[in-house]
């Protein structure tokens, strides 16, 4: 591209070489490592662009057209003079660093490094290829960080037409890098990417061999029952054509000579016990055509909405996995497959198993196999192949499951209509579907790594769920706005006052005042703690100290005028009465006879003389003098004294 004597055009080209001979300063080995930023340049970049601008443009889109002449000069320039794998080739790297730093400011148009980019990788090849993509990984987050919506078309389609070029048998790795660069790049929810139609890859037909020298396949296995002819010279011991008893009757029917297929299984199961039917072995001749026929269902689900369809892809999938079950305990049965005992089964993969093995499972991927009938035999004695065609079944399994009632359910709600179906799955269907997806499960689990293999498979199909279910609510958005800081303030401040701890209130509601036990009262009297600690205000008193109150009580009751003060200290003295029998009858119990009605407690008080001298006599009788016995002290046992049982609970006394 030339500047055709344009100033603007040549001044920016000129300072451009400039920039770039002051990268090669800064990277003189040259190499993709490290990237270039205008901290590199002191800042210098936008200055020197602007100067060589010297306001001949005054247009925005002229100054990115002028730029971008510039750009496009110097770069076609260097990659027609230096192949890629040249030193020197570090030149372009460094140019692409330098318009990144121009479209982040913005001086240039924010697409010009990823149309640079598009047509570096349009002329290379492969292998240069891959090198192209060495320096889009190492400045993959530099490159998108800003004018994402301005670049993100032409990332997608220099990145598709890369991928049309790709071989997906040859060039598996790097195809896998290109899709994870994209998927890297675009954000989560982005729609480019989004099937929001439900449409299915009707255009990948299988094609497989339909005749054989022994067979002539007269229909398709889904459009009925499959008839097969006898070749012209096949003998009659070529007529039994095992499997699918379907198939066998067919092959009877045509031959001339209709047997019941009773008497086939019993023949075929003659040798197992009566009470367990072992279904025959699919022959491999005849699983063929079946075989290859389910990848028309696995292309297009919707089929399987037919009844029909649905009949002969269930028995097209059960002869398969008996066929597969049968091949995997032969090969059990040879040493030929490598089964890890149960006991070293674990769901964790070791990490220190880096055998032969694990690299035959990682390069046994094939984006399509090859359907030739002489390879059919090979095909399903490798586990990989076997592994691959099941998960495609768990595949279509797990679809016809989110067709139940219940499951259907979950999404009346969502707003996509056109990924949802008005089939449901029949009850019948249902069952075999759960039985079907059991029976893989536990096939899958078997051989070599088998359960990482199938955690890694049901992860990926149950995180799929998720995006289904989210394809079907209309893909809203994943990323949500950020949260205004006032309502983040807000938040914060409810947050806080809810988690804080409560402030007890100085006096609780209902609660007493408890301030007197901090009063140290007058000079010299106790603390308020201290009055509580007192024996007096926990150890029994002695009834005699009741004497003194009780007669106050009595003077007051005497004294008093009205009719509530003479009831206030009649209960009074009541009170002070009862206590003062219910310490007595511990050891003056003998003394209660003594008391009458209305005469008050004089006989407890001041008992007569006889009652003294006697206590004295026994107490001399047990050996004391002055001292009651202990015994005595501590009679209260149920009123039971010398033998003669007594009211526990005294009389009530009239009060006078």
């Known amino acids: 591209m030339s500047s055709a004597g344009i100033p603007s055009v040549d001044k920016l080209t000129t300072s451009l070489r400039k920039l770039l001979e002051r990268s090669n300063e800064l990277k003189p080995d040259g190499g993709i490592e490290p990237p270039?930023?205008?901290?590199?340049?002191?800042?210098?970049?936008?200055?020197?662009?602007?100067?060589?601008?010297?306001?001949?443009?005054?247009n925005t889109q002229d100054h990115y057209a002028a730029?971008?002449?510039?750009?496009?000069?110097?770069?076609?320039?260097?990659?027609?003079?230096?192949?890629?794998?040249?030193?020197?080739?570090?030149?372009?790297?460094?140019l692409l660093d330098i318009v990144s730093i121009l479209s982040d400011i913005p001086l240039c148009e924010p697409g010009l490094v990823f149309w640079l980019v598009e047509e570096l990788l349009d002329s290379q090849t492969i292998d240069g290829c891959r090198v192209v993509f060495d320096y889009l990984d190492s400045r993959r987050e530099r490159l998108t960080a800003k004018h994402f919506k301005q670049k993100q078309l032409i990332i997608l389609r220099a990145c598709n037409e890369l991928l049309r070029r790709l071989s997906r048998a040859e060039d598996t790795v790097f195809c896998g890098r290109v899709f994870i660069f994209m998927f890297q790049s675009f954000p989560l929810g982005d729609r480019s990417s989004v099937n929001l139609r439900g449409?299915?890859?009707?255009?990948?037909?299988?094609?497989?061999?339909?005749?054989?020298?022994?067979?002539?396949?007269?229909?398709?296995?889904?459009?009925g029952a499959m008839d097969v002819d006898q070749a012209p010279d096949a003998t009659s011991d070529e007529k039994t054509v095992s499997g699918d008893p379907a198939v066998a009757a067919a092959s009877e029917g045509q031959s001339g000579t209709p047997q019941p297929p009773d008497n086939t299984a019993k023949a075929a199961i003659s040798d197992a016990p009566e009470d367990k039917v072992q279904e025959p072995e699919p022959d491999t001749e005849a699983l063929y055509p079946i075989f290859w026929s389910l990848q028309d269902v696995f292309s297009q689900p919707t089929r399987l909405f037919e009844t029909k369809t649905f009949e002969s892809f269930k028995n097209g999938l059960d002869l398969t996995f008996r066929k597969f079950k049968a091949v995997q305990q032969h090969q059990q049965s040879r040493g030929t497959s490598k089964l890890p005992s149960a006991a070293h089964r674990t769901l964790k993969r070791k990490r220190t198993d880096t055998g032969s093995d694990r690299q035959d499972l990682a390069g046994s991927f094939n984006p399509r196999y090859l359907t030739s009938r002489d390879l059919f035999d090979l095909e399903i004695s490798d586990l990989a192949f076997r592994r691959h065609i099941l998960v495609q079944g768990l595949i279509l399994v797990d679809f016809l499951l989110s067709l139940t009632p219940k499951a259907k359910k979950k999404?009346?709600?969502?707003?996509?209509?056109?990924?949802?179906?008005?089939?449901?799955?029949?009850?019948?269907?249902?069952?075999?579907?759960?039985?079907?997806?059991?029976?893989?499960?536990?096939?899958?689990?078997?051989?070599?790594?088998?359960?990482?293999?199938?955690r890694m498979v049901d992860t990926v199909l149950s995180r799929d769920k998720n995006w289904v279910h989210w394809k079907a609510e209309g893909c809203p958005l994943i990323k949500q706005p950020p949260i205004a800081?006032?309502?983040?303030?807000?938040?914060?401040?409810?947050?806080?006052?809810?988690?804080?701890?409560?402030?007890?209130?100085?006096?609780?509601?209902?609660?007493?005042?408890?301030?007197?036990?901090?009063?140290?009262?007058?000079?010299?009297?106790?603390?308020?703690l201290e009055i509580l600690k007192k024996p007096a205000r926990y150890n029994l008193p002695k009834f005699e100290d009741f004497k003194a109150p009780i007669m106050e009580d009595e003077f007051d009751l005497d004294m008093a005028k009205t009719e509530a003060?003479?009831?206030?200290?009649?209960?009074?003295?009541?009170?002070?009465?009862?206590?003062?029998?219910?310490?007595?009858?511990?050891?003056?119990?003998?003394?209660?006879?003594?008391?009458?009605?209305?005469?008050?407690?004089?006989?407890?008080f001041d008992p007569p003389p006889a009652a003294k001298g006697g206590e004295v006599d026994q107490g001399k009788k047990d050996g004391t003098e002055g001292e009651q016995p202990a015994e005595k002290e501590n009679m209260e046992v149920n009123g039971v004294q010398d033998g003669v049982v007594s009211d526990p609970m005294p009389p009530a006394i009239e009060v006078t």
């Open 565 to 604: 003060e003479k009831e206030s200290i009649g209960v009074a003295k009541a009170s002070k009465m009862w206590r003062t029998l219910r310490i007595a009858s511990r050891n003056r119990l003998n003394l209660f006879d003594k008391l009458e009605d209305g005469n008050g407690l004089g006989p407890l």
């Open 485 to 528: 800081s006032e309502s983040f303030i807000e938040s914060q401040k409810g947050a806080q006052k809810t988690s804080a701890p409560k402030r007890i209130r100085p006096t609780p509601m209902g609660s007493l005042d408890l301030d007197f036990l901090l009063n140290t009262g007058d000079e010299g009297q106790a603390h308020g």
């Open 199 to 223: 449409e299915y890859h009707v255009e990948n037909v299988t094609v497989f061999d339909k005749t054989s020298g022994k067979q002539v396949i007269k229909a398709d296995s889904f459009d």
């Open 411 to 454: 999404l009346e709600s969502t707003s996509n209509k056109s990924v949802l179906y008005n089939y449901s799955l029949p009850e019948e269907e249902f069952k075999w579907a759960a039985a079907m997806r059991a029976e893989i499960a536990v096939y899958l689990q078997q051989g070599q790594e088998g359960k990482f293999y199938y």
């Open 36 to 58: 270039l930023t205008s901290k590199n340049f002191n800042g210098d970049v936008e200055t020197i662009i602007r100067h060589a601008e010297g306001g001949i443009t005054t």
């Open 67 to 94: 730029l971008e002449t510039a750009c496009r000069n110097i770069f076609y320039d260097l990659l027609a003079s230096t192949p890629i794998e040249d030193q020197a080739f570090s030149q372009i790297w460094n």
